[in-house]
């Protein structure tokens, strides 16, 4: 069922996001006045076609984008009547607004979707404060404690948790990432954290392991149990309460976790509290390697109930008007945009890891789990994803509309187009790096969902 929800959830976004772009450039060129021959969601062979006004409508079994055919010369022979429809015949004024409206699109659908999203949803802002700091991790080696607020990231304010969190990922592979913070006691403090740890940035950029912090806190009480783990095996139910291992009194969860982690493949004896009956329950902790891959840990499989009065503490919910969360929408498409063109320029300067960079298989996964959350962080990526696929059609790669939009610029201030010689070798250079950019993606999509 969740697979099928999830390819459901791909397909959906695809159809949408690029159906979208691709009618952006569509009307557009109706407008300039250009003959539209076919509109196709998907690549290859069409296994649906149908004639609408002069337009074949295609969909074709490859999801991995679209396309708008129009009339032009250097595609085959054009009757002299219809050489002013024809697009390489059009002022390139006409052909930029053309190949621009696709992004475009794009970047207006996300402050669409954000909007929605506000509007009908309100607003969940979660403050950057700590609540939990896992162990093992970056960010307990850089001293981290829970309580801390999050106030800025190499001299970067935050304004949330997720904002924080964004911007400790892209500063990674900076030569210094210093991280100020007020503590649990009301003092500022500078986080520094070792940008050396090689293994641990690598597998935060994989996305197998975060940074180390969380902004909500647990109790003691288990909230979730894996299916086939130790934990299950053993007779752990939701709603236990472990109150000791082998005698040794646990008044913290992180307690006894941590004894459980430094018993890899040794049995335990866990007191657990159920209802009014307190029972000792037998398991065998799993072993398994650590964060950085130096040691072997134990692991029951089982999660915690979050604290619901400490989420109150640190959550803001606020239901905008129409009008604001239009206006909302379009900071947070302006935030991403930007966002994005940051961490593309720190890719060009390496740093930013190469890690980062997701495929399609990534977006279904994300799509899936999205959706099977609620309608409203599913909708807000499908927004995320426009704002990502409109920057990325705006670079200056020959075949991406940002590639046509410089061969057209050049063309408008030379008063000629480029030799197709130059154009042939530029679209050569920008296949080879796309097709380059879609090999690493999936590369980290196998290794990030399965290695």
């Known amino acids: ?211 180390g912090l969380s902004p909500f806190r647990t109790t003691r009480v288990i909230g979730m149990i894996q299916p086939n783990s130790a934990a299950q095996k053993a007779g752990l139910q939701e709603g236990d309460m472990i109150v000791a291992v082998n005698q040794q009194a646990t008044p913290k969860w992180d307690d006894w976790a941590k004894i459980v982690r430094e018993n890899a493949g040794a049995p335990l004896v866990l007191s657990v509290q159920r209802g009014k009956e307190t029972l000792n329950i037998n398991v065998l902790p799993e072993s398994r390697e650590s964060a950085d891959k130096s040691q072997l840990v134990g692991f029951i499989g089982v999660m915690p109930e979050s604290d619901k009065a400490w989420v109150e503490q640190i959550r803001r919910h606020y239901q905008p008007n129409w009008g604001q969360a239009m206006y909302l929408g379009w900071e947070r498409t302006v935030d991403y945009t930007t966002l994005t063109l940051k961490f593309l320029g720190k890719l060009l300067i390496g740093q930013a890891s190469l890690d980062n960079i997701s495929g399609p298989v990534t977006i279904a996964d994300v799509a899936g789990k999205t959706a099977r959350i609620g309608w409203q962080p599913y909708i807000e990526f499908l927004a995320l994803v426009s704002v990502s696929l409109g920057v990325m059609n705006f670079l200056p790669i020959p075949v991406l509309d940002g590639g046509h939009i410089v061969f057209y610029t050049i063309e408008l201030i030379r008063g000629k187009p480029l030799s197709e010689r130059m154009q042939e070798f530029g679209v050569r250079l920008g296949l080879t790096l796309m097709l380059g950019l879609m090999v690493l993606a999936f590369f980290n999509d196998i290794t990030r969902l399965f290695g």
């Open 1 to 211: 069922m969740a697979l099928l929800q999830t390819v459901f959830a791909f397909l959906v976004a695809i159809l949408l996001l690029v159906s979208l772009h691709e009618l952006g450039h569509l009307l557009v060129a109706r407008l300039c006045g250009i003959k539209v021959l076919r509109f196709s969601v998907g690549f290859g062979s069409p296994f649906y076609t149908k004639i609408w006004r002069g337009i074949e409508w295609c969909i074709a079994p490859i999801p991995l984008g679209g396309y708008v055919k129009m009339l032009d010369t250097r595609e085959g022979e054009v009757k002299e009547e219809e050489l002013h429809l024809a697009f390489d015949k059009q002022h390139p004024l006409k052909r930029i607004a053309v190949v621009a409206a696709g992004p475009l699109t794009n970047l207006a659908l996300a402050v669409l979707l954000y909007g929605l999203s506000f509007g009908f949803g309100g607003v969940t802002e979660i403050r950057p404060v700590v609540g939990m700091v896992y162990p093992q991790t970056l960010a307990a080696k850089s001293g981290f404690q829970t309580g801390d607020e999050l106030l800025s990231v190499n001299g970067v304010a935050v304004k949330d948790f997720a904002d924080a969190q964004t911007q400790i990922i892209l500063n990674l592979k900076q030569k210094q990432l210093n991280i100020d913070v007020k503590n649990a006691q009301g003092e500022h403090v500078i986080r520094q954290v070792d940008t050396s740890e090689e293994t641990l940035i690598s597998e935060i950029n994989k996305q197998k392991n975060s940074f």
